[in-house]
């Protein structure tokens, strides 16, 4: 079974504050619950994380009520109204002591240098209660259960709540192509530049793209994992997650030793579009985790962006259905369009795209008849000018004059030329 306590000694290990008797799992006595500098408040909320998903509705209401260890005393009682709730955690419940388990937790998640952030922390990421509002119209079980964390595993030394503050999520297709990876590393690295945090999902494709991007520039990257911290899924991806857990963080809502079940990406992808400021979907299938990240994102009414891409890629019809179906998601193809999005009002303006521009684009209306009227490589009289371009001819004399003065066309004998062909007008 995924997640349970394995059968083995536990010697000499003690949580910060708090007396714990060397057992081993097996025959486990009774659990302390005297509370130190909210260390049971920690413990019960990893004990419920292992219980049940992250997310669920009637835990999180619960805990807000009477807090997590009253929460978890009446779970195990199967104190609790919710029927489907209260047989899932008797299921669960055969599986250990959920005490016991967070406290091996707590102490597995030390050694490995992770540490437990829970909402009465400074560092709680502010945004993310936002979600206790949240509402889809849709169905299923994990589009249901989407409420705040419990509480986060944490590797890295940054603060999450400030790294978070400034930061865009990158997500998009696993299969992506070289135009996705190259254009999400571009922007990633950008974005870093400009001193945001770039937070993905630590998966291949265009997540590891937009990691990678965000280490290039020498700037934070955050990746949210759906296991423990301890163990980087995917392991083709191992070596990156590492220097993001040195240069920056991963974070998990699961506890030390928790599996990358398939559900649990899916539940995961709501911390992702609740914990930044806005999110960039690069490249996504028809039917994927990106666009159900991007729900998320509009449902929150947070910046939603989409990069286009060719019509013809079956990575692009997500992005392309996102657009096509919500008014409020933007085109998106540089970092200053990006941050122009997510920046405060005046930080971050993106120049309007344009081509080169030309001596002669700022003439005005009668001027540009003129230039016209004249031949491509020979003299023509103002009268034949003035006929040309149906307009009078001292009119066309005076615009013949600043034309001149502007270098733009010369006299020939009785007539005018231009000073440049059309192939060479600057």
Known sequence: MADTIPARPVVADTIPGRPVVAESVAGLGPVESVAVDGLEDQLARVALTWLAEPGN????????????????????????????????????????????FAEIALRRGERLGARLVV????????????????????????????????????????????TLDRSIAIVGARAATDYGTNVTGDLAYSVACEGWTV???????????????ALAADGRTVAVLACGVERPYPAGNSALLERVAETGLLISEWPIGADPLRHRFLIRNRVIAAATAGTVVVEAAARSGATQTMSRVLALGRPAMVVPGPVTSA?????????????????????????????RIGEYLADPPRGRERRHDRLDEESTLVMEALPANRSSTPELIAAEARLELPTVLRRLSLLEMAGLVVRAGNGYILRHSPSGTG
Not at 134 to 148: A, Q, S, V
Not at 319 to 337: F, G, K, Q, W
């Open 57 to 100: 509705r009637a835990i999180w209401s619960l805990v807000q009520e009477v807090g997590a260890p009253a929460v978890l005393d009446r779970l195990i009682a199967g104190d609790v109204p919710d029927r489907k709730l209260r047989g899932s955690v008797a299921a669960r419940l055969t599986a250990g002591d959920p005490r016991r």
């Open 119 to 162: 909402p009465s922390d400074p560092e709680w990421p502010r945004r993310l209660t936002d979600l206790a509002t949240l509402e889809l119209d849709t169905t299923g079980r994990y589009n249901h259960d989407i409420r705040p964390p419990l509480c986060f595993w944490v590797r890295g030394e940054w603060p999450l709540g400030r």
């Open 199 to 213: 937070l993905s999902g630590g998966a291949f494709g265009i997540d590891a793209a937009a990691h990678r991007g």
């Open 315 to 343: 990575m692009s019809v997500g992005c392309h259905e996102i657009l096509r179906s919500n008014p409020d998601a933007r085109i998106v193809t540089s970092a200053t369009e990006i941050l122009e999005e997510v920046g």
